[in-house]
């Protein structure tokens, strides 16, 4: 595998000022791999810092516009960023426990200019979720595009509104201008399928009379409005080592972890590494 100039730029967030082990751990793995590392914190207690520090640069910043404020600052203060082939942006929002199959696919040389993530979404508007976003290629990373999307944001306070014009709006922003929207790894039909049962059998998707008959006749696309790094966190697990936090914190979808909670008890230090997230 050829080598890419590679950077990345962590926003973090914990109210007590933690930063995960995983986390740690995907920032040991990044020092071997990347030109520049920058981690934007809005509050951070010193003990971690001095950790992290040894590993990456280390902004801390006041407590506003989310983790898309943090990623504007990060990418405004790397250094030689124009000559950088991929810049990686990704939040504290999960846990890794294989970050070599996480940043694998985000290593090689871009193919060409694009936008490539972990999971892509179709609730509201196809978008790449925000959590692992790259800007792929030179090309793309040194366009006035890029130069633009990031000079024009401005901080903004209400989350529902910057999932609206940040993680949705980035996404349309640069495929409009003509820029793919990729993932790593794509769902297979047999994953849609496992979700769209979770989806029909929380009621999430309503059953109508006339897909009855004779028996249920399930349509993929019905699970699809739904979030994919919940609904699919069996194929994120399997496919790129995450499990996403709000997963494990709020389960706003019901879903039954069993097999989860099955994969974690034969697990002890995964199981050791999702319980120190859910402590940051």
């Known amino acids: 595998m050829h080598r890419a100039k590679v950077a990345f730029v962590v926003a973090h967030y914990s109210s007590e000022g933690r930063v995960s ?21 809005t509050g951070i207690n010193s003990n971690y810092e001095k950790v992290v520090r040894s590993l990456c640069r280390v902004i801390v910043r006041q407590n506003f516009g989310h983790d898309f404020w943090s990623y504007k600052v990060g990418i405004d203060a790397l250094r030689g960023k124009n000559k950088l082939d991929r810049i990686v942006i990704f939040n504290s929002s999960f846990v890794t426990v294989a970050p070599a199959l996480l940043v694998r696919p985000f290593l090689g040389v871009p193919e060409g200019p694009a936008l490539k993530g972990v999971s892509l979404s179709t609730q509201y508007a196809p978008h790449l979720q925000s959590f692992w976003v790259s800007f792929e290629h030179n090309h793309l990373v040194r366009s006035l595009d890029f130069s633009e999307w990031w000079s024009g944001m401005i901080p903004i306070s209400d ?9 949705i709006g980035m996404s ?56 994919p790094s919940h609904i699919l966190w069996d194929f994120l697990l399997r496919s790129s080592g995450i499990i996403k936090l709000d997963l494990l914190r709020k389960n706003p979808y019901r879903l039954d972890l069993h097999s989860l909670n099955v994969f974690l008890g034969k697990k002890p230090v995964v199981r050791a590494l999702v319980k120190d997230a859910l402590a940051c």
């Open 159 to 167: 989350r529902l509104k910057v999932i609206e014009k940040y993680e």
């Open 172 to 227: 349309k922003f640069f495929s409009d201008r003509g820029y793919s929207l990729q993932v790593a790894n794509s769902p297979s039909e047999k994953d849609w399928f496992l979700g769209l049962c979770r989806a029909y059998g929380n009621g999430l998707v309503p059953v109508e009379k006339e897909n009855i008959g004779d028996g249920l006749r399930l349509n993929l696309d019905d699970s699809r409005h739904l979030n």
């Open 21 to 41: 082990e995983s986390i740690i751990n995907l920032l040991r793995f990044l020092r071997n791999h990347a030109s520049d590392i920058i981690f934007v914190s």
